[in-house]
């Protein structure tokens, strides 16, 4: 998990879409959204936010396993 401070990194906050705060984004190892979610989640709404999304981390993760396969031919 990282933080950041949107008023020092605007352009960081603007890349990745941060329109409230706090904003909670899964990132792929290449810094590319998987999905995010604004707003203060308890933390049974961050368990029901990751677990509501797992299904579309898990493709992102199949999908970069299988361009670096597909990579190392």
Do not use: C, W
Request: glycine share 8%; aromatic share 4%; charged share 25%.
């Amino acid at each position: 998990m990282l933080k950041i401070d949107s008023d020092k990194q605007a352009e960081l906050a603007e890349h990745y879409g941060v329109s409230s705060l706090p904003t909670m984004a899964v990132l792929e190892t290449n810094g590319d959204a998987v999905t995010s979610t604004g707003g203060f989640l308890s933390a049974g709404e961050l368990v029901q936010f990751l677990r509501g999304n797992e299904s579309t981390m898990k493709q992102s993760l199949k999908a970069r396993a299988q361009a670096r396969t597909k990579d190392r031919r």
